[in-house]
């Protein structure tokens, strides 16, 4: 599904959210933009999260620390440094406004040496969120993102997580594809409620995020 970018503003952002529609251009160099509403959808069971004997050891290494909006600018320059992106300028400041009206959010891995090592942004709306994009600068950093996105994704109410498209890597976390019917039924109910991606969880320690993990991968309402 394709359209013309005339006009796109923050507020028309979150109304094709609410439709089950985003936005991508073909390049970062290429100004225009496009709407896609994809006939499978990719989306992440929150309880259905794959966390690999290999991710499990990264994760209680401990030689990084996670925070969430910290570097909302960083994560999103990040996730547009590659070859092949279509995060354009426009699209860039789009989700910057969101951010900055609370829409937008962030979740940042870092270093021990504090560098910005991987990360992955996406938009909140609802008890929906739609994720865009992740980075990785350092081995796994963008699974341990990943892992501690759909933590707090559980902790603070969401029912959605909407990957947009299924890739083999987010397969061999768990994601899966639905149709599109399906996905626009689940979005519908997930705008429905309230979830809060800010509240506080007070729970960032690695044996908490993967305890919580374990019980809902053994819940009797586990769909992963």
Same mark, same amino acid.
């Given at each position: 599904m394709?359209?013309?970018?005339?006009?796109?503003t923050p507020e028309l952002l979150l109304q094709a959210?609410? /439709?089950?529609?985003?936005?991508?251009? &073909?390049?970062?160099?290429?100004? &225009?933009?496009?709407?896609?509403?994809?006939? #499978?959808?990719?989306?992440?069971?929150?309880?259905g999260f794959h966390i690999s004997r290999s991710l499990r050891r990264a994760l209680k290494r401990?030689?990084? /620390?996670v925070t969430t909006d910290r570097d909302f600018t960083g994560v999103l320059e990040g996730c547009a440094d590659r070859d092949e992106t279509w995060i354009n300028d426009e699209i860039a400041e789009l989700y910057h406004a969101l951010h900055d009206r609370g829409h937008a959010h962030s979740l940042e891995v870092w270093s021990e040496d504090g560098q910005l090592v991987g990360g992955v942004y996406g938009v909140a709306l609802g008890?929906?969120?739609?994720? +865009? !994009?992740?980075?990785s600068r350092r081995?796994?950093? !963008?699974?341990? @993102?990943?892992?501690w996105l759909v933590d707090r994704l559980a902790l603070c109410g969401y029912q959605l997580f909407d990957t947009q498209f299924l890739t083999p890597h987010l397969a061999s976390l768990g994601a899966m594809e639905i149709p599109r019917?399906?996905?626009? @039924? +689940?979005?519908? &109910?997930?705008?429905r409620g309230a979830?809060?991606?800010?509240?506080?969880?007070? #729970?960032? &320690?690695?044996?908490g995020l993967l305890a919580r993990h374990d019980a809902r991968q053994s819940s009797p309402q586990s769909t992963g």
């Open positions: 394709k359209d013309t970018d005339d006009g796109i959210y609410m /439709s089950g529609i985003f936005p991508m251009a &073909e390049s970062r160099d290429d100004p &225009e933009l496009f709407w896609v509403d994809p006939r #499978r959808r990719g989306v992440f069971p929150l309880d401990g030689d990084y /620390s008890r929906a969120f739609f994720g +865009e !994009s992740m980075f081995r796994n950093a !963008s699974k341990i @993102a990943l892992a019917a399906r996905y626009h @039924a +689940e979005l519908a &109910e997930a705008l979830a809060d991606f800010t509240r506080p969880t007070q #729970r960032q &320690e690695i044996g």
